[in-house]
């Protein structure tokens, strides 16, 4: 059974960069499938951030693109996020998720609340 | 960018009853890339069905995905008191490569 764990700061002041991991149990990343970042503002929708696939070809959403970076660390089976520049915007449950193909997301983390804030 | 525009907002309705949720495109979307998640609070979302008509494995055949084009459709036969909980619908476009969410269907106990 995969599973998806996400690590990182909960508070990130503003203007910084918020970077956070998500560690994978029960697959090796770099065998196949893509990875990605889902944030969710609290009392709000889901929004798509990046993908990566096992080979490491990124995939952003074009309104964050200027300031993400998604990342493979296959030594420790994890992918990373960094968000740079951010504002209380940014404030959001940020969740990692697996993705068969790169239609849909089949397993997801629990998600972790980072919050912007001096 | 592919809005999707899910309606009703909110649906309140009984267990044992006919869910009919509604998923909007602003411009055509494959089939092959629409899904459907339900969400509880403080949970992940959970994959329901993907190619728009395809459940995901575990999930229940009351739930039953359908549509084409810019008008997509999730049907839940008969609503069980854990089916109460908020419904996305998500679509993956190519061209750039992209994902978008609707904005939520909440499906809430009358």
């Known amino acids: 059974q995969v599973q998806l764990q996400e690590s990182g700061p909960g508070l990130v002041k503003p203007s910084e960069t918020l970077s956070l991991s998500c560690a994978v149990s029960g697959y090796s990343i770099s065998t196949g499938y893509y990875w990605g970042w889902i944030r969710q503002p609290p009392g709000k929708g889901l929004e798509w951030i990046g993908t990566?696939?096992?080979?490491?070809?990124?995939y952003y959403n074009p309104s964050l693109k200027s300031r993400v970076t998604v990342s493979l660390d296959t030594s420790k089976n994890q992918f990373s996020l960094k968000l740079s520049s951010v504002t209380a915007a940014d404030t959001a449950v940020y969740s990692c998720?697996?993705?068969?193909?790169?239609?849909?997301?089949?397993?997801w983390g629990q998600g972790t609340l980072v919050t912007v804030s001096s | 960018e592919v809005v999707l525009t899910q309606s009703p907002g909110t649906l309140s309705l009984s267990p044992g009853e006919r869910a009919t949720l509604s998923c909007r495109a602003s411009r055509s979307v494959s089939s092959s890339y629409l899904a459907w998640y339900q969400q509880k609070p403080g949970q992940a979302p959970r994959l329901l069905i993907y190619?728009?008509?395809n459940r995901a494995t575990g999930i229940p055949d009351r739930f039953t995905g359908s549509g084409s084009g810019t008008d997509f459709t999730l049907t839940i036969s008969r609503l069980e008191p854990e089916d109460f909980a908020v419904y996305y619908c998500?679509?993956?476009?190519?061209?750039?490569?992209?994902?978008?969410f609707g904005q939520g269907t909440r499906l809430e106990i009358k």
């Open positions: 190619g728009a008509s």
């Open positions: 990566i696939s096992h080979s490491g070809i990124t």
């Open positions: 998720a697996r993705l068969p193909s790169l239609y849909y997301f089949d397993y």
């Open positions: 998500q679509q993956y476009g190519s061209s750039p490569p992209e994902i978008t």
